[in-house]
């Protein structure tokens, strides 16, 4: 009875607790679905014309620029063709909830390489290699990092033959679309992007800064200023606490044009030629129901490395033995699909017995059903539901013994800090999800579930110019079936090396002044030996990294090079420096990363929006005084 009666005292102040928890809470998903409605501003079209000026396809990352820059005049009508649906999901705008949409099928295409022999850890041997599916593309799904590269990746780009995209063209470029945080003339001020740094500052990212100094690396806070070598806080496309997708910068604003129609769900299955001219394409929406609509001017390709060659060769635009072998009437012989490459990266978990962070304000769960976090977030735009999964990011060259370096040429190697972990239940959905996206074999899900509810932090090495080649093929002649995707991931010894460097970094990092007084440890250390990538062997042993290497790698979702930009007559090349597909065709560009003929040095999402940028001005200048 005692302890009824204290129950029946304390039901008000219990009661009250409650209804200001459910106001507080009404109150953040109000703020939220508000922000959500701002957020989706501009309507998607249900109809559309017969014929447009330009026709877009693909509204991802240099997508969405081009729908607008083509439609800013007034002049010209734009019919921009998404496959995916929009950008409506709560999570998608939190950058903390980019776990949650980089693993969601609905927001993805979601492909596999070919079997590849340094990923035996994962499932078949097969490498994820997702991308956007959603308004915005990869853009609104991604991880958020801004990095353009290193000013030599563009001066290269001009040395193999294309004209125009040297640095000091391109840095204007990234200058116009930029509204960047930091001052200065390196940076653009007032543009559409917003760029912002990764916030909060954890005190564990002020550890992994300076843990890498004192491995001999610079502080670089600037590190988008053409040379990117140092390590630094990460800088994100957000603002206030928010992801800036190119959706958000470029596309919604664009949307209350009468002169653009944006189109969803709308899968485009083939180019339609008149000889050798582009005229229209032809596409698929839902009930399987087909639709022809023309190009007066030209049709614009911006599908991605991967979606963008693939349509080329269904529509009769690639090599010839590979048109022929799946019955497909030859428009132009071109080398589309080869070049293909994408960044390699392998990763680590190191743990701290000297936490320096309450690990609850990592926990992506955790948060998002937190009161406090939610109201933060809607409310004031702060709070751990803003930051996003990398806090910091360092850039270094390799010599030939062995040492990581600074540089003033392109690096090679990029670390990507991610502090962690997110979810703290190996049996989270989320986190469930997101492995079987990654295809992550029995060891590497082992590495993921031993996270557990440990402070931690995942290091990533990045390899950022493979030497390696891959390709893109055709699977059939369906347009529905995916392409054979075959990066071939570290097939090049001299990868294999560089990316041995990276993980070496990672290892003296663990054992810095700095991370040491911490009591860091990798998580294998933790493991049954049973459990280990490599089992009975010491994982910070040279031997456990050349296992690392050879067996555990994966590409970093980061596709390139599929449609190659070169001089014109080069018959490497796809497309000319003014973006157009060569072998007599007319009427028709690839712009997107598909066209850069190397990687560039980091994360490829503001390379992909400056390509826009810049393709946007060449098709204007090919129309002006017309």
């Known amino acids: 009875m005692e302890n009824l009666q204290q129950l029946v005292d304390k039901f008000p102040s219990t009661l009250k607790e409650y209804k200001t928890t459910v106001a507080c809470g009404s109150i953040a998903l109000l703020s939220g679905y508000l922000l959500y409605k701002y957020q989706s501003r501009g309507r998607v079209s249900e109809k559309w014309n017969k014929r447009y000026d330009f026709i877009v396809v693909g509204a991802g990352s240099a997508g969405c620029v081009l729908a607008n820059r083509l439609s800013e005049n007034g002049i010209f009508s734009v019919l921009i063709l998404e496959a995916g649906g929009e950008d409506s999901a709560i999570t998608m705008h939190m950058p903390v909830g980019c776990l949650d949409v980089c693993s969601n099928s609905k927001y993805l295409w979601v492909d596999y390489t070919t079997p590849q022999t340094g990923c035996k850890n994962l499932i078949d041997q097969r490498s994820a290699s997702q991308h956007g599916k959603v308004l915005g593309g990869s853009s609104s799904v991604n991880w958020m990092a801004y990095v353009r590269g290193h000013r030599e990746d563009y001066n290269s780009w001009e040395s193999l033959g294309c004209t125009g995209w040297g640095w000091g063209n391109v840095e204007n470029y990234f200058k116009k679309m930029e509204d960047y945080f930091l001052p ?13 740094e990764n916030l909060p500052n954890w005190p564990i990212t002020s550890v992994f800064l300076k843990a890498s100094m004192e491995l001999g690396l610079k502080h670089n806070p600037e590190y988008n200023n053409g040379n990117n070598q140092g390590v630094s806080r990460a800088h994100l496309t957000t603002r206030n606490g928010k992801r800036w997708s190119a959706a958000q910068a470029y596309l919604r604003p664009a949307m209350k044009r009468s002169n653009l ?26 009930g399987g129901f087909t639709y022809e609509v023309l190009a007066e001017k030209e049709v614009i390709i911006s599908s991605g490395a991967i979606n963008s060659p693939h349509l080329l060769l269904l529509s009769g635009i690639g090599p010839k033995e590979e ?17 293909y490459q994408d960044h390699s990266t392998a990763f680590r978990n190191v743990f701290f017995e000297n936490p320096q962070v309450p690990k609850e304000e990592h926990l992506y769960k955790a948060n998002l059903s937190s009161t406090k976090s939610l109201m933060e977030y809607f409310i004031k735009g702060k709070g751990p539901l803003t930051t996003a999964a990398g806090q910091a990011m360092c850039f270094f060259d390799v010599d030939e013994e062995g040492n990581y370096i600074l540089t003033n040429k392109m690096p090679e190697i990029q ?42 932090v995942m290091l990533a090495a990045v390899l950022l110019h493979p030497r390696s080649r891959g390709s893109l093929t055709l699977a059939s002649a369906d347009p529905f079936q995916r392409p054979l995707i075959d990066p071939q991931i570290l097939s090049d010894p001299e990868d ?18 700095t991370m040491s007084s911490l009591g860091s440890y990798f998580s294998e250390n933790k493991f049954p030996t049973k459990d280990r990538i490599a089992p009975d062997v010491d994982p ?38 003014q973006l157009r597909v060569q072998g007599g065709i007319q009427g028709l560009r690839v712009v997107d990363n598909s066209i850069m003929p190397h990687l560039t040095s980091g994360n490829t999402n503001a390379p992909a929006i ?10 204007l200048q090919s129309y002006r005084g017309i």
């Not at 200065?184 to 912002?196: E, Y």
């Not at 497909?328 to 080398?335: K, N, R, S």
């Not at 400056?610 to 098709?619: A, R, Y």
Request: some cysteine; aromatic content about 6%; glycine content about 10%.
């Open 496 to 513: 294999q090396r560089i990316m041995k460097i990276g993980l070496k970094f990672i290892s003296d990092v663990l054992k810095s002044p």
């Open 323 to 339: 048109l022929q072998k799946h019955g497909i009437p030859i428009v132009a012989e071109l080398p589309v699909g080869l070049n």
């Open 540 to 577: 910070e042993s040279e031997e456990y990294l050349e296992k690392l290497v050879s067996t555990a790698c994966t590409v970093c979702w980061h596709p390139a090079g599929s449609c190659k930009m070169g001089a014109e007559g080069d018959t490497s090349a796809v497309v000319d420096p």
């Open 610 to 619: 400056m390509i826009g940028e810049k393709g946007s001005d060449l098709i």
């Open 415 to 456: 670390i990507f800090m991610t502090g962690g972990p997110f979810i703290d239940d190996p049996n989270d959905e989320v986190l469930s999800r997101f492995n079987e996206f990654a295809n992550f074999g029995p060891l590497l899900l082992e590495t993921m579930k031993n996270a557990d509810k440990r402070q931690g």
């Open 184 to 196: 200065g003339d390196h940076f653009g001020h007032g543009g559409p992007l917003k760029v912002s």
């Open 261 to 286: 129609h944006v189109v969803t769900d709308a899968h485009v299955t083939k180019i339609l030629f008149d000889g050798k001219r582009a005229v229209g394409v032809r596409f698929v929406r839902e």
